[in-house]
């Protein structure tokens, strides 16, 4: 039965690995996910089969796991059928939580029975697992509570980052709190049960300081990070339960997070712990004072839709605000129009536009937008300046240009959308505010910029309405 089920893991093991590498292209993505989810069911399934799991129905135990797959299968499939394309950050950040969490709590599990166990239990017990349920804990602790403090303020349930008097100081005592106790717990013969709950207490606050004072700015980082935590939380676990396809899966989740945040930490040009140890994004969209030339001019959208229907070539930069406006049917309809008169129409989507990343590519693509006009920086950057207008909706720091010239700015060095460098600059913007940065864009100051203010979707339909009547 054991080699039965390592053979089935090992196979699970293959097809989910597969699935990730059909996720790299939005052709095949939809494809993998259905093998990779296959092959999880198979894997949890076989998983009855372990000798330590009884598959007597009248098994409590049974009973329970039985119960838990039912509800959470349940919950999962209907809030994910029904969340928006804008909500899926946060449903993001809550499902890396849960994961986090899960693995946390098989590491209680495993040092609970350890604080109750008899003498000559403790002899015979592998030291190595219990420092490895230990590292699993803390990590899955950190992510559980990092992952709902960013769900909040995804939701917009906490409205504004927070940062306590002495909040690093705080933190490196909160982090050698759970160095030492977790440190005692790993290396207690027997374990103490009142350091487990002690330990638990200060990983999970731990997690809860690290992230309240990220800003809205930072968020892309902050998820893919603690996604990445979550799977390395999730690999210990499986070297304690003698679990393959948990190693596995917990590997390859960890390592594709790794990667991912370290690519989204290199396109805002910011180290991971700048991220994590510094305020940028906490502004709240209150504009940093800066010294700007120029002045915001006001187009109207006959105007602007008159400048785009006589372009040879149109890109269109969309951002977190269109998303948020639901613009991207519009978007779609105003693309068909302007191809039909001959206009040429791509998109440009910067690595961390949004709050997710990948989040522009998906919500283009619901609308029906085709691949091969999406680009992403380095592709689309050298055509801006033969384009007769770039249209920016709902974008704001990924196309400010004093990231190019202000070595005094916070964003300096982080490479953006070169959109100024367009003949015609047309920004659709609610308002005058700054993005979540509390950075002043000097983009839509430029003599070649002209704003187009409202909705976002209501904005792209007075464009639509415009180039009919052409």
Not at 44 to 64: H, K, M, P, R, Y
Not at 304 to 313: H, P, S, V
């Amino acid at each position: 039965m054991t080699f039965l089920i390592d053979a089935v893991y090992f196979i699970t093991t293959a097809v989910f690995i597969l699935g990730l590498k059909q996720m790299s292209s939005p052709v095949t993505a939809h494809r993998g996910i259905v093998w990779a989810g296959i092959a999880m069911v198979i894997a949890t399934l076989v998983t009855f089969g372990a000798q330590d799991i009884s598959l007597d129905i009248a098994s409590i135990n049974l009973q329970l796991m039985l119960l838990a797959i039912i509800i959470g299968s349940g919950i999962a499939y209907f809030s994910a059928k029904r969340v928006a394309m804008t909500d899926m950050p946060q449903m993001i950040a809550m499902y890396n939580g849960m994961g986090g969490g899960a693995a946390a709590a098989i590491a209680a599990v495993e040092l609970v029975k350890l604080s109750s166990a008899t003498q000559s239990d403790v002899v015979t017990h592998d030291a190595t697992m219990q420092v490895l349920a230990v590292l699993g804990a803390v990590i899955g602790s950190v992510s559980f509570s990092g992952s709902a403090i960013a769900f909040a303020k995804l939701q917009g349930i906490m409205k504004k980052t927070l940062r306590l008097p002495l909040h690093q100081l705080i933190n490196i005592v909160l982090f050698i709190g759970v160095l030492v106790t977790g440190y005692l717990v790993a290396t207690g013969q027997p374990v103490s049960f009142n350091l487990v709950i002690i330990f638990f207490i200060l990983a999970i606050i731990l997690g809860v300081m690290l992230t309240l004072p990220i800003g809205g700015a930072d968020m892309p980082v902050v998820i893919s990070l603690f996604n990445a935590l979550t799977g390395l939380a999730v690999a210990f676990e499986g070297f304690v339960l003698n679990n393959a396809a948990m190693i596995v899966a917990g590997t390859v989740v960890g390592s594709a997070g790794t990667l991912l945040t370290q690519l989204m930490a290199k396109a805002m040009n910011r180290p991971i712990s700048n991220v994590l140890f510094s305020s940028f994004g906490s502004g709240g969209g209150t504009a940093v004072e800066e010294d700007i030339e120029g002045s915001m001019k006001e187009i109207q959208a006959m105007d602007a839709a008159i400048m785009m229907a006589y372009a040879q070539k149109v890109i269109i930069v969309p951002g977190y605000g269109m998303a948020v406006a639901q613009a991207q049917h519009k978007l779609k309809e105003l693309e068909d129009l302007l191809e039909a008169r001959g206009v040429e129409v791509k998109y440009a989507i910067h690595p961390v536009a949004g709050r997710m990343p990948g989040h522009m590519n998906v919500l283009l693509a619901e609308a029906g937008v085709d691949y091969d006009r999406i680009f992403d920086l380095e592709e689309i950057n050298p055509e801006f300046p033969t384009a007769d207008v770039a249209l920016v909706i709902g974008a704001n720091d990924v196309v400010n240009p004093v990231a190019r010239t202000n070595p005094d700015s916070p964003i300096y060095g982080m490479p953006i959308l070169n959109a100024d460098k367009a003949q015609n600059v047309i920004v659709i913007k609610r308002g005058k505010g700054a993005g979540f940065s509390g950075i002043e864009n000097h983009l839509f100051y430029a003599d070649n910029t002209r704003m187009l203010y409202g909705d976002g979707q209501k904005a792209v339909s007075e464009l639509i309405a415009g180039v009919k009547t052409l």
